[in-house]
Nanobody, 131 residues
Framework: QVELVESGGGLVQPGGSLRLSCEAS????????LAWFRQQTPGKDRQFVA????????????DSVKGRFTISRDNTDSTKNMLHLQMNSLALEDTAVYYC????????????????????WGQGIQVTVSS
């Protein structure tokens, strides 16, 4: 089983930057695609932000964050990965609770963008962009 613990987040002005981190641990973590989702309105579905494949083979971004956000993954060891989301040029509409997530299938070739394909979630962390 994979466990996810997020850190970072907070309050930033428009145009500013933040870096989110997620410690992903467990015996199968290196086989899993990892992703960031966000929930901009309580009760609404979580929206895909970015994903990185197992083995750092590829990354994928939703259109609204391309060129501003960068997802990265550090393979610390065989049972721990650090997932990061560097967010630059933040806008008001980036305000949300951000979640890291682990794919429910090992070695999946295609990076999934739907929340139902991710079965482990972090606790969520607030990012607020405000002047």
């Amino acid at each position: 089983q994979v466990e996810l613990v997020e850190s970072g987040g907070g309050l930033v002005q428009p145009g500013g930057s933040l870096r989110l981190s997620c410690e992903a641990s467990g015996p199968t973590v290196t086989r899993k695609n990892l992703a960031w989702f966000r929930q901009q309105t309580p009760g609404k579905d979580r929206q895909f932000v970015a994903a990185v494949a197992w083995g750092n083979r590829s990354t994928l971004y939703t259109d609204s964050v391309k060129g501003r956000f960068t997802i990265s993954r550090d393979n610390t060891d065989s049972t721990k990965n650090m997932l990061h989301l560097q967010m630059n040029s933040l806008a008001l509409e980036d305000t949300a609770v951000y979640y890291c997530a682990a794919d429910n299938t090992s070695w999946r070739v295609i990076l999934p963008t739907t929340a139902k394909t991710y079965h482990v979630w972090g606790q969520g962390i607030q990012v607020t962009v405000s002047s």
